[in-house]
Structures are given as structure tokens and as C-alpha cells.
T-cell receptor
Framework: DVKVTQSSRYLVKRTGEKVFLECVQD?????MFWYRQDPGLGLRLIYF???????EKGDIPEGYSVSREKKERFSLILESASTNQTSMYLC???????????FGSGTQLSVL | AQSVTQLGSHVSVSEGALVLLRCNYS??????LFWYVQYPNQGLQLLLK??????LVKGINGFEAEFKKSETSFHLTKPSAHMSDAAEYFC???????????FGQGTELSVKP
């Protein structure tokens, strides 16, 4: 089975901190995605990457950046965390050209 | 802008009753259509998808969905709800193979004994 692993299930940070959310997949998938999930808003795409060292802005990239130095790892970075970034963050991956996404279990981030 | 709308953020049914979760998309071009399910404390997993061909698509756990181009809809159904179906369900669309997925707001399904 494909496994997408997010390093933390729960994370509590303070306003202004730099936050790293890590995601690792074990199926050699080219594409990787970061979404945030908020009640009533569904999933919104923050950033995605079609392959190593490639990145594209999604629908809500403001306040975030990403890093993809290795194929299996896609990191989401909050340069200076703010309270409105409190959310559930979901990582996903898939094979290039395939529609099926495989998701991690999510990281619930609270920014105080 | 292309979008997908799920009617009803919460749906409650009795065990054994019909499940109907509604999804409409906005586009004149037939998209690729998906339903994902999220069980508590888990990530999303694919329930079923429509790309081309037969408009009635069968998925896992007895769910199915029908693509109706004239209604721009892709509603999810299951004839008889089970307690284990309680979860959040997301409809999603993509407008090209391997393109970005656009998700709906989600519908939380509760199943009463």
C-alpha cells in the first residue's frame, strides 16, 4: 500500500514562529500537494509540486512556501505563523498523469 | 471560476436508509469527477471516480455515483446506510488528466441506529 506520512499529528506553535510541516511518500510519486482543510471550506490547495525541485502556487499560497529537494519529501513552511493559519494540513501524492490522490492523515496545527 | 458545490454540510440518515449526497459542478466542459471519503482522524481516500465511458460508476463499500451532464451533477448514493459509513465526503473535479483537483466543501454523514 502507498504510504504518505506526515511527521506530526498535532502541533502547537506561537505567533511569529517559523513552522515546518513534513510529508514523506514511499511510492516514488512525481506529484505532491499541500492542502489545508477548514470546516465549511473543504480542501484548498496551497502549493503543489510536479517533480523534484519544482513547485507551483495553488489557490491560497500567501504566507506559505515549500521545498522539494528529494522526490519523496515535500515540506510546507510557514515563515511567520499567524493565528489565521490554525488549520488541518493535508499532504497528498500521486503518479504523474494519474488522477488518484493518496493522502496523509493530516497535521492539526494550532497557532496561539 | 470553476467550482464544485455540495448541497448540505450535514446529512443524517437512519441505518438501512438510502444515502444521497449531492454534488454539482460549474463548467460546460465535462470534467473528471471524484468522491473521496474521510473517516475520523484519517486522510482522504478515493471512493470512486468518473473519467469517460459509463456514466454510472461503482465504488468501494457499496457506493455509486451517476454523472449527469445535463444537470452538471455527480450525486453519490448508497441503497442502505451502515453505521461504518459515518464520515465526511468530498466531491472533487479536475478539468484535465493529471490536473489540479478542486474540492467541494464536504458533507458530513451521520448514521443513526
Amino acid at each position: 500500500d502507498v504510504k504518505v506520512t506526515q511527521s506530526s499529528r498535532y502541533l502547537v506553535k506561537r505567533t511569529g514562529e517559523k513552522v515546518f510541516l513534513e510529508c514523506v511518500q514511499d511510492m516514488d510519486h512525481e506529484n505532491m500537494f499541500w492542502y489545508r482543510q477548514d470546516p465549511g471550506l473543504g480542501l484548498r490547495l496551497i502549493y503543489f509540486s510536479y517533480d523534484v525541485k519544482m513547485k507551483e502556487k495553488g489557490d491560497i499560497p500567501e504566507g506559505y512556501s515549500v521545498s522539494r529537494e528529494k522526490k519523496e519529501r515535500f515540506s510546507l513552511i510557514l515563515e511567520s505563523a499567524s493565528t489565521n493559519q490554525t488549520s488541518m494540513y493535508l499532504c497528498a501524492s500521486r503518479t504523474q498523469g494519474n488522477e488518484k490522490l493518496f493522502f496523509g492523515s493530516g497535521t492539526q496545527l494550532s497557532v496561539l | 471560476a470553476q467550482s464544485v458545490t455540495q448541497l448540505g454540510s450535514h446529512v443524517s440518515v437512519s441505518e438501512g436508509a438510502l444515502v444521497l449526497l449531492r454534488c454539482n459542478y460549474s463548467s460546460s466542459v465535462p470534467p473528471y469527477l471524484f468522491w473521496y471519503v474521510q473517516y475520523p482522524n484519517q486522510g482522504l481516500q478515493l471512493l470512486l471516480k468518473y473519467t469517460t465511458g459509463a456514466t454510472l460508476v461503482k465504488g468501494i463499500n457499496g457506493f455509486e455515483a451517476e454523472f449527469k451532464k445535463s444537470e452538471t451533477s455527480f450525486h453519490l448514493t448508497k441503497p442502505s446506510a451502515h453505521m461504518s459509513d459515518a464520515a465526511e465526503y468530498f466531491c472533487a473535479v479536475s478539468y484535465n488528466q493529471g490536473g489540479k483537483l478542486i474540492f467541494g466543501q464536504g458533507t458530513e454523514l451521520s448514521v443513526k441506529p
